[in-house]
T-cell receptor
Framework: NAGVTQTPKFQVLKTGQSMTLQCAQD?????MSWYRQDPGMGLRLIHY???????DQGEVPNGYNVSRSTTEDFPLRLLSAAPSQTSVYFC?????????????FGSGTRLTVV | AQTVTQSQPEMSVQEAETVTLSCTYD???????LFWYKQPPSRQMILVIR??????QNATENRFSVNFQKAAKSFSLKISDSQLGDTAMYFC??????????????FGEGTQLTVNP
């Protein structure tokens, strides 16, 4: 049981480059989310999905795109990387929307944009 | 919009002693959930404890317990018999109840706890 798998674990990008952060879960969770973690700011929600084909914006969506074509996968795309997107990114999933079952987080991706 | 505030950026405690981490939140909702997450140096986010707002009884999980004061919008975490493995960043988080809100956790800034031998 792998849980939530994020790849890559580390990435360095040049300003203006694009890339996709991958997130996959094998628990058949309906809910999936992307957060970014910055020092002194906790985790902030970027985008989330309540099921395949359904996505919505979170608190800090600018500069990021998502899609959810399957229940298992929820990739996060950076279209044109900027230094302000240097951060640690976490993907999380949950079975149902009540929080009763808790959230499972991936191990994070540390992204540096130079 | 909800906000979560952790006013203690850093705390330290001696091994085997008790420590309390503070968290306050602001919301107009009456039904919600509160969580404490632990993030050790491995970076993994680990759920420590959760509290449903409609329950008056404080949640407990082994050495971890909360003091939930709904009227004061306060949700503190008490760690008893602190262990070296408790050294981590601790995040308080809020989630509004509801199917469409199920993926929207609002986190505090975090408290770095160090347990000293």
């Amino acid at each position: 049981n792998a849980g939530v798998t994020q790849t890559p674990k580390f990435q360095v990008l040049k300003t203006g480059q694009s890339m996709t952060l991958q997130c996959a879960q094998d628990m058949n969770h309906e809910y999936m989310s992307w957060y970014r973690q910055d020092p002194g700011m906790g985790l902030r929600l970027i985008h989330y999905s309540v099921g395949a084909g359904i996505t919505d914006q979170g608190e800090v969506p600018n500069g990021y795109n998502v899609s959810r074509s399957t229940t298992e996968d929820f990739p996060l795309r950076l279209l044109s990387a900027a230094p302000s997107q240097t951060s640690v990114y976490f993907c999380a999933s949950s079975h149902g929307g009540t929080g009763v079952y808790g959230y499972t987080f991936g191990s994070g991706t540390r992204l540096t944009v130079v | 919009a909800q906000t979560v505030t952790q006013s203690q950026p850093e705390m330290s405690v001696q091994e085997a002693e008790t420590v309390t981490l503070s968290c306050t939140y602001d919301t107009s909702e009456s039904n919600y959930y509160l969580f404490w997450y632990k993030q050790p140096p491995s970076r993994q986010m680990i759920l420590v404890i959760r509290q449903e707002a409609y329950k008056q009884q404080n949640a407990t999980e082994n050495r971890f317990s909360v003091n939930f004061q709904k009227a004061a919008k306060s949700f503190s975490l008490k760690i008893s018999d602190s262990q070296l493995g408790d050294t981590a960043m601790y995040f308080c988080a809020f989630m509004k109840q509801g199917e469409t809100s199920g993926s929207r956790l609002t986190f505090g800034e975090g408290t770095q706890l160090t347990v000293n031998p």
